[in-house]
């Protein structure tokens, strides 16, 4: 008999095996709800006026599909091998995914709530448009892009986390910039990193400036992970990583700067409330190496950790170093880049066995602090304006140390191997007690 289906009709997809919506689907109608955890696919021109994708669905637009839609929520799993153009409010909630699974193509504008991820997995040549929002989880899985391709973030807020699965034989940049321009733009998550490229920019603009604020940890297990690829006018422009909270850890994987000139590109941490921890093991150093700087009123935790390579290490005034390597600083930072260590900084010594200071370093110091349940022996005449912590195990001072005039021991449960029998004359006061 007659079948009559209104253009401003609403339908639903509820079942459980994959399905097609069958040439009888009107090409305009009103509410599509897509509710099957199987999927549902489009290969038709396909006009809406409001588009749901229910928790756990998910819904397929393939290579000659072609959805347009007024508005839409989702809350699933939406696929994109064709065109998705909404041109009212979409919202992509708590638990959905967005997949963009062609070349070239666009993402549509959209709101991230939290918890909501963009999934890139088609891209060969060309990167998507409308890429350059404030997604909340990134993720990047193209295995056959062909080419080096960018996000092109300036002034955005990425709020969960970026992770690289896998980018082929290419890389991923997360900005770009035209000569002399800037761009500056935040991850508050975690950025993992498991295979493929990854880097900040790598334009060869001249005078370029990037500044990445970052509130997560750095968790690279492979691949190659790097501040800088580009050139940037041969050592013009400036590359900054700040980490203002978390760890960096990086294992089996290659690193590298294209812009190695002393402070022209640099992860920096910058936490003035905790302790961040950098964790290397297994990595390979490329030119440039990873250049460093822990900022003023920044404590940077390296325990046995080693930094190769050539990269700058810059430990800014009123910083702290803690490392447990048995040759203490110079054991720590091994790179042959540019090591700058102000006079003004802080050092703490937490190993487990016998350490040494070692004479990388400085002979003035802010504060020292001993906290080796064993030994550490002192390997250089050195002034302490501020306070001497023994807080475990033995301070070898047979190569002795001297108290600024503002200087002090704070005894915490450690001791000194030549305990201070006298103390010279630092203010014009009289004592009132002598210990």
């Known amino acids: 008999g007659t079948i009559t289906l209104s253009q401003e009709a609403n339908f639903t997809f509820n079942g459980i095996a994959a399905q097609v919506p069958g040439i009888l689907l009107p090409d305009t109608l009103g509410i599509l709800t897509i509710a099957n955890p199987a999927g549902v696919s489009f290969n038709d021109t396909l006009s809406i006026s409001e588009l749901v994708v229910a928790t756990g669905a998910i819904m397929q637009i393939d290579t000659l599909g072609n959805v347009m839609s007024d508005s839409g929520t989702v809350a699933g799993t939406v696929v994109n091998k064709g065109v998705l153009e909404v041109v009212g409010p979409l919202v992509f909630s708590d638990g959905s995914t967005y997949e963009h699974a062609r070349d070239a193509g666009s993402v549509p504008f959209a709101t991230w709530e939290v918890g909501s991820a963009f999934l890139l997995t088609g891209t060969v040549q060309d990167a998507p448009a409308n890429r350059v929002q404030d997604f909340y989880h990134v993720i990047f899985n193209t295995l056959n892009l062909g080419r080096n391709r960018d996000m092109g973030w300036n002034g955005n807020t990425i709020g969960g986390d970026v992770r690289v699965i896998n980018t082929g034989s290419y890389r991923w940049q997360m900005s770009s910039a035209s000569a002399s321009d800037s761009a500056e733009f935040t991850v508050m998550g975690d950025v993992i990193v498991e295979a493929g490229a990854f880097t900040v920019q790598g334009t060869s603009n001249a005078l370029t400036t990037f500044i990445l604020h970052h509130y997560g940890n750095i968790n690279v297990t492979g691949g190659n992970f790097s501040i800088a690829r580009g050139s940037q006018g041969s050592g013009s422009g400036t590359t900054s990583w700040y980490l203002h909270e978390g760890n960096f850890l990086m294992s089996n ?16 941490f910058a936490n003035q409330a905790g302790v961040q921890n950098l964790t290397l093991s297994n ?40 490392t447990a390597h048995l040759d203490g600083v110079s054991g720590a930072l091994q790179t042959t880049g540019t090591i700058t260590l102000s006079q003004e900084v802080s050092f703490t010594f937490n190993g487990t066995a016998p350490q040494v200071t070692s004479t990388l370093m400085p002979d003035t110091v802010n504060n020292l602090t001993i906290n080796n349940p064993d030994t550490v022996v002192l390997s250089q005449e ?54």
């Open 283 to 322: 990595v390979t150093y490329g030119g440039g190496g990873l250049p460093i700087q822990v900022d003023s009123a920044a404590t940077l935790n390296m325990d046995t950790t080693v930094v190769g390579g050539e990269g700058i290490f810059v430990l800014s005034s009123g910083a702290t170093l803690a």
């Open 253 to 268: 994987a290659t690193t590298q700067n294209s812009n190695p000139t002393p402070g022209n590109a640099k992860f920096v």
């Open 382 to 435: 050195t002034l302490i304006n501020g306070v001497l912590r023994l807080m475990a195990g033995v301070f070898d001072n047979t190569i002795p140390f001297t108290l600024g005039p503002t200087g002090e021991i704070s005894y915490e449960g450690g001791s000194l191997l030549n305990p201070i029998t006298s103390i010279g004359e630092q203010t014009a006061e009289i004592p009132t007690v002598f210990a």
